[in-house]
């Protein structure tokens, strides 16, 4: 069968389901957002019969395919409700998780709606725009079609907190940063895994951070393993981590585990 029938199935069904992984304040280590990752639960019905057992596929291998399908609006439209959903839950249920992030895909932008699908989703669940986090990535924003500018504006008065993801890996040019209503920069996984040796990754590192801070902008490393990555960040001034030395994407039952009572 072919992929694209298999996610079709998967869309109908509803057999996603999301992982969130912590982004800690380096202060502290306490826990001020939370990603949410797409997994395509293989122990589904109709998944595993139509795979016929235990294959796992990442959202590397489905994303784009949903993309090109036009099937990531449907997706995304259930991340969000779902991150949202789950948002709310837990500040009813008082725990204290600051934000919730999800990722907007750059064909997801380009295909258009997506602020007015938040703005819906963001009422119909009931989370304060606070709560929400939206990551894009720099090549996201110029797919925008309307305009990047306008486009960030437009999320920017739901009143949801803003970061471009991989930051650091996009072609684009550095002007952006200034007219961008953003507040926050996440340095990509790749600058960060050879840290502390690498002298040249520690040098970029640096400066993103510097420039960030002189932008009034507030930085998240992201792919943080060890202890010594995590030294490294730290005395440099690196605000947030993200990484496997915290915590690997977990269903949001561990979540709530991690999380302290107001
Ligand atoms: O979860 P994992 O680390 O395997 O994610 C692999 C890639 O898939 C990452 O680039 C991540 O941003 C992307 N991804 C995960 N969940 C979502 C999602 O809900 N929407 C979009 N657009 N991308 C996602
Ligand atoms: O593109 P994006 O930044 O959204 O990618 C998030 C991806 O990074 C997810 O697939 C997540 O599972 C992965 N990830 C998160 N933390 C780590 C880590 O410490 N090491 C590695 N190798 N991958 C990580
Ligand atoms: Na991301
Ligand atoms: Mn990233």
């Known amino acids: 069968l072919q992929m694209e029938t298999l996610l079709r199935r998967a869309v109908e069904h509803s057999e996603f389901t999301l992982h969130y992984q912590p982004m800690v304040r380096l202060s502290d280590r306490k826990v001020i957002a939370l990603e949410a990752l797409v997994r395509l639960n293989t122990a589904g019905q109709h998944t595993a019969g139509t795979l ?66 938040l703005a819906e989703i963001l009422v119909r669940t009931g989370l304060p725009p606070q709560h929400l986090e939206i990551e894009i990535t720099e090549g996201g924003l110029m797919e925008s079609g309307m305009g990047a500018e306008q486009f960030l504006q437009h999320l920017h008065q739901l009143g949801v907190f803003l970061t471009i993801d991989d930051f650091g890996t996009g072609y684009s040019s550095l002007a952006y940063l200034k007219r961008f209503p953003v507040q926050q920069l996440k340095i990509d996984r790749s600058f960060v895994q050879d840290l502390p040796s690498n002298d040249n990754d520690g040098q970029l590192v640096s400066t993103m951070i510097s420039m960030a801070h002189g932008l009034r902008l507030h930085v998240v490393a992201e792919g943080v393993e060890m202890p010594d990555q995590e030294a490294f960040l730290s005395s440099l001034g690196c605000d947030v981590a993200q990484g496997y030395l915290y915590s690997r994407p977990v269903p949001a039952a561990q979540i709530s585990q991690m999380l302290t009572r107001h």
């Open 52 to 117: 016929g057992g235990s294959v796992t596929l990442s959202p590397n291998q489905f994303i784009p395919v949903m993309e090109d399908t036009g099937m990531i609006t449907s997706l995304s439209e259930w991340v969000i409700e779902e991150a949202c959903r789950q948002g709310r839950a837990w500040l009813d249920a008082g725990l204290d998780f600051g934000r919730v992030a999800i990722n907007l895909s750059p064909s997801e932008i380009r295909r258009g709606g997506v602020v007015e699908r």
